[in-house]
Nanobody, 124 residues
Framework: QVQLFESGGALAQSGGSLRLSCAGSGLALRHYIMAWFRQGPGKERELMAVTNQWRSLSHYADSVKGRFTISRDNAKNMVYLEMNSLKPEDTAVYYC?????????????????WGQGSQVTVSS
């Protein structure tokens, strides 16, 4: 059974940092494009960061560019999202997701594999 597990969500102060982790079970993440989405209260799920299997392609939402960094450790079957200079508007449930092809990477509907989500709350 293919599963993704996020961890690392927490309450943080504005200006602080958090690192989210995503572990894969039943699939080798090195074969997949890996992404982090978030969904805030009353909002649609939106892409924050995505990277391809070889780390040669990546994309970040404008709202997090320069503050968030996606990375992957294929040997450990893990993907990470380093979040710095956190803002209250970063408060959301963060999800990792996996797909096989780069087409439509910003579209959540194209990802067949999702984790359960990890809550990040940033206080002002």
């Amino acid at each position: 059974q293919v599963q993704l597990f996020e961890s690392g969500g927490a309450l943080a102060q504005s200006g602080g940092s958090l690192r989210l982790s995503c572990a894969g079970s039943g699939l080798a993440l090195r074969h997949y494009i890996m992404a982090w989405f978030r969904q805030g209260p009353g909002k649609e799920r939106e892409l924050m960061a995505v990277t391809n299997q070889w780390r040669s392609l990546s994309h970040y939402a404008d709202s997090v560019k320069g503050r968030f960094t996606i990375s992957r450790d294929n040997a450990k079957n893990m993907v990470y999202l380093e979040m710095n200079s956190l803002k209250p508007e970063d408060t959301a449930v963060y999800y990792c997701a996996a797909k096989a092809t780069w087409e439509s990477v910003r579209d959540a509907g194209t990802y067949p594999n999702w984790g359960q989500g990890s809550q990040v709350t940033v206080s002002s």
